[in-house]
């Protein structure tokens, strides 16, 4: 399992990458590897304000759908595109190709406050 130490991360499996005030999120590579084959990636917030917590999306595998939840709040200002076409790259390329959604963050330090590689390694070692 890929778990990079300069992303961030929730308990419900999405990573979060600052620039700035901008944050870029997707799901973990451990959070597609349970999901399977992903066939569909549904962003309904392009252009809203999402509080964290709430839902931003879905990502449709072949057997379920996983809700997206917001790791931040802000306003989604951008949706990967290429995932309409191709949504299997987030599967072969969850922190590059296969991110979901940027996200203008309303206060940056929310971004801080997330779980780190370390401590999500060991949220996820508890699963197994």
Known sequence: MNVPNNLKYTKDHEWVKLEGDVATIGITDYAQEQLGDIVYVDIESLDDEVDADETFGSVEAVKTVADL??????????ENEALGDNPELVNSDPYGEGWMVKVKVNDVADVAA???AEDYEKLVSTKS
Do not use: A, N
């Open 69 to 78: 939840f917001m790791p931040v709040s802000g306003t989604v200002t951008e």
């Open 114 to 116: 997330l779980m780190s």
